[in-house]
């Protein structure tokens, strides 16, 4: 499902894809915190392409890993794309050589916390300095009020989480599901959703929904007593994106320290 971070039937998928983050702010971000364009850049979970076809798009050089009992539709769908390959790996058996990627990328299945043994495989695979980016839901927005009560809503975001204890950064990117209409977007949510989906469609009074996503980072560290001696203390970093930048959605949860950013990006 690393497509979207919900498993739906295919139809609502196509459907979902056609709204889902129209903006292309979390491809953006990740080419901020990369880059990504010009370098050799591993996707994780290439599921049907969606998302290898928009990093491919910002010029990186790219390996897309899916599983065997998969690859066959992954690469029918990426047939054509320019600077892509398509091969057989899974999260904590990238099947990669030592030192070969620039960055790897992962969204919503791979590197969920705490995964510490695919995060020494993608150590192992990624260059000296290398970046490893993890997308996955945020929360404090419309889409969690759907989907109830997730980790990556309350412990994973946190100072003392999994991720910024052991050596991620995080940024939030405020993103939308946007519809053509509140009629479409109800049907849409409902189709999906059943009825957590229609009570929030009843309260949206135009036809989006918010939809966080934190982008965890970290880049390789250089020497084997940084792998094994954690994060330490996590400094503020303030850098923007596309020179937006907001206050924390709930201070409860993203606390100081712990975020080098929460920003929205023009479109």
Do not use: C
């Not at 809503?153 to 053509?180: C, E, K, P």
Request: cysteine-free; glycine content about 10%.
């Amino acid at each position: 499902m690393a497509d979207l971070p919900v498993d739906l039937a295919e139809e609502v998928t196509a459907r979902l894809l056609r709204s889902f983050d129209l903006e292309g702010k979390i491809h953006r971000a990740l080419e901020a915190l990369g880059p990504l364009g010009g370098r050799d850049v591993v996707l994780v979970d290439g599921a049907q392409g969606v998302r290898a076809r928009q990093l491919a798009a910002l010029g990186a050089r790219l390996t897309v890993l899916e599983r065997p009992g998969r690859l066959a539709r992954l690469k029918a769908a990426l047939a054509g794309t320019a600077g892509v390959q398509v091969s057989a790996g899974r999260p904590a058996a990238l099947g990669l050589p030592d030192s070969s990627a620039d960055a790897i990328v992962a969204y919503w299945t791979a590197f969920r916390a705490p995964s510490p043994a695919e995060v020494a495989e993608a150590d192992r695979v990624l260059r000296p300095g290398g970046r490893l980016l993890v997308v996955h839901d945020y929360g404090r927005d419309d889409v969690s009020r759907i989907r109830g009560d997730l980790p990556e809503y309350s412990t994973w975001g946190r100072r003392d989480g999994w991720y910024l204890q052991n050596g991620f950064r995080m940024r939030v990117i405020h993103a939308f599901w946007t519809f053509a209409s509140l009629a479409e977007a109800r049907s849409l949510l409902t189709d999906a959703f059943g009825e957590a989906g229609s009570r929030v469609a009843d309260t949206l009074k135009r036809p989006r929904l918010s939809y966080n996503v934190a982008i965890y980072h970290r880049s390789r560290p250089d020497r084997a007593d940084d792998r094994a001696g954690g994060a330490g203390p996590v400094a503020i970093d303030s850098i923007e994106i596309d020179g937006l930048a907001a206050a924390p959605a709930a201070a409860d949860s993203v606390r100081p320290g712990s975020v080098d950013a929460i920003a929205g990006l023009s479109s």
